[in-house]
C-alpha cells in the first residue's frame, strides 16, 4: 500500500536577521517533539483505516485472525493508544471491529504491526535503552534521553525494560572452540542477610576463540561455583568443547572446566605476578621476591619462532624440545629451592602449575596451534565489566549483575550475534520504504 503525505510547516522568521543556529535548534526541537512522532502516526492511521476498509467491504488480501468459520466485520469504536518508541510518544485512535456473527471484537492495526495487546512501548527503544545502559547507568540514561531525544524515561521504568529483556540470553549449544578463556572478577552486590550474602559479589565468565579468532561468549554467572559453570556449559561426560583452557589459576577453575578441554595452560602473567603474595606470607623480603619473579619470568619465557609451523625446520623444532626439557628441569629445581629456604607457599604454588605451564609449546610442536602464554584477551573484557559493575554502579543483585556482564560480553565479543538478535527482534524484513521525493515552499 501506498500512501503520499505532504507536510506543511508554518515558519515565522524575523525579517531584521537570525542566526542560522537558532533555525537548526527550532527545527531540532520541532521535529523531535511533534514531527516525527505525528509522521509516525499519521502512517499508521491511514494504514488503519485501509485496512478496516478492507477488511468491511471483503476487498482486502490481509485478514484478521479468524473468529468464527463465516466472520463479517463491522466499524464497533475506536480505541486511544499511545506508544512509547525512539522518535516521541506516538498517539493515534485505533479502530475496532467486531464480527456480527459471534461479537467477537479485534483491532486490525494491532494484529498486522504485530503489536502485544497491552504494548506500551516499541523493541527499538528497548535497543536504545538497553545499549545506553550498558555504558552508563540509570540514572545518567535517563537524564541522557531526555537530553538528546526528547524521550521521557524514568529510571525505573528502563530498569524494568532492561530485567525483562532477552537479549542478553547467549546460546552455548553447538559452540565449538579452539581455545577456552574463563576468569572472575568481584563487585559490590546488595547484601541479603536472610541468605547469609555480604556486599563482596564474585561474577565470572566464559568465551570460547577459533583458530580464525574469532570470539565466542559463553555467559556469564554471579551466583554459580565453576563446577556449575562447568556443568551448565556442557554436561560431564560430554565431547570436549575446546582444545586448550586459558585461565589465571583461581581456585577450582581448572578443575569445574576441566572436562570443557583437552588441556590447561595457565597465564604467565599472573604466575609471575602472584608469585610475590605467596612468598609475601612466607615471611620473604622485597629484593627477594623480585629476585624469585625475575628467576620464574626467565625459565617460563620460552618464545615460539615467527614464521609460520610449516617453514620450521625440523632441527629447530628439536631445538625448541631440548629447551623445554631444560626449563622444566629448571623450574623442578626452583621449586625445590624456595621450599629448603622455608619458602613453602610459594613452592606449593609453583608446583602445581609446574605441568600446565609449557602447553602452549606442546600444542604448538604437536598440532601449530597458536596458545596464549596469557590471558590478556579475557582480561581486557573484564576491565571493560569492572567499569560498568564496580566505577559506575554498586549494590548490584546477583541477577542483574549476571545479565549486564552478558549483554556488554554479547556486545564486544560478538557485535554480529547482537545485531542479529535485534534484527529479528523488530522485525526488519524489508517491507517498509520511505522516500523522500521533494521538499518545497512559497
Known sequence: MKNSIALEVAAVLAEDGFSLDELVVKTKTLFERQGLAGFVSLLLELVDARLCRGIIQQSTGWRPKPCCATPRYELHDRQARRLRTSVGTIRLRWRRLRCT????????????????????????????????????NYRRLSRHLALIGEIPVPKSTAHRWVTLSTCDQIAVEGKRSALLFADGTGYKRRPDPKRGLDNGGELRLALGVTSQGTVIPLGAWSDKSW????????????????????????????????????????CHWHQVHDLDRF?????????????AQSQLAGIIGIKLPAQDFERVSESDKQELRERTAAAEAQLTGLVKALAARGYRRAAKYVSNAQDRLFTYVRWWLELGLVVPRASSMIERLMRELGRRLKRIAFGWSERGAAQMARIIIKRVTSAGEWAAYWHQRLGIQGKVQLTLERIQGS
Open 101 to 136: 456473527n459471534c461479537g467477537h471484537s479485534c483491532q486490525p492495526l494491532r494484529e498486522f504491526t504485530g503489536l502485544e495487546p497491552y504494548q506500551a512501548k516499541t523493541a527499538e527503544l528497548e535497543r536504545v535503552v538497553t545499549e545506553v545502559v550498558a555504558e552508563q
Open 227 to 266: 563446577c556449575e559453570i562447568g556443568a551448565a556449559i556442557g554436561p560431564a561426560g560430554t565431547e570436549p568443547i575446546s582444545e586448550v583452557l586459558v585461565s589465571d589459576g583461581e581456585p577450582g577453575l581448572a578443575e569445574g572446566l576441566a572436562h570443557l578441554v583437552r588441556d590447561q595452560q595457565r
Open 279 to 291: 612468598m609475601w606470607m612466607d615471611g620473604a623480603d622485597k629484593q627477594t621476591r623480585r629476585e
